[in-house]
């Protein structure tokens, strides 16, 4: 199983930016499929997920109203919208998935740099 993360970058503050999860390796249909981010000197904390045949969708408290996070089955991949985005959002974006029965998050990507400047 792969999980490539892209789409990071430097943004300004108030900005957008769309992060994609390429998922491969096997089928994801019962799998849900996660962001996470990490800021410096911070732990790592959940952003969002989506269970990927349902489409069904949560949301941090911190994000809500600002980040969306979807899935493409045609192409197996999984984005993370992200607007009006803050110095805060400044992390380490990782994405992940894990069996829908399950609690741990099995497989992680290797993460995609966001930084947003004020």
């Known amino acids: 199983v792969q999980l490539q993360a892209s789409g990071g970058g430097l943004v300004q503050a108030g900005g957008s930016l769309r992060l994609s999860c390429a998922a491969s390796g096997r089928t994801f249909s019962s799998y849900v499929m996660g962001w996470f981010r990490q800021a410096p000197g911070k732990e790592r904390e959940f952003v969002a997920d989506?269970?990927?045949?349902?489409?069904?969708?949560s949301l941090a408290d911190s994000v809500k109203g600002r980040f969306t996070i979807s899935r493409d089955n045609a192409k197996n991949t999984v984005y993370l919208q992200m607007n009006s985005l803050s110095p805060e959002d400044t992390a380490v974006y990782y994405c992940?998935?894990?069996?829908?029965?399950?609690?741990?998050?099995?497989?992680w990507g290797q993460g995609t740099l966001v930084t947003v400047s004020s």
């Open positions: 992940a998935a894990r069996h829908m029965l399950g609690i741990t998050y099995n497989y």
């Open positions: 989506i269970i990927w045949n349902s489409g069904s969708t």
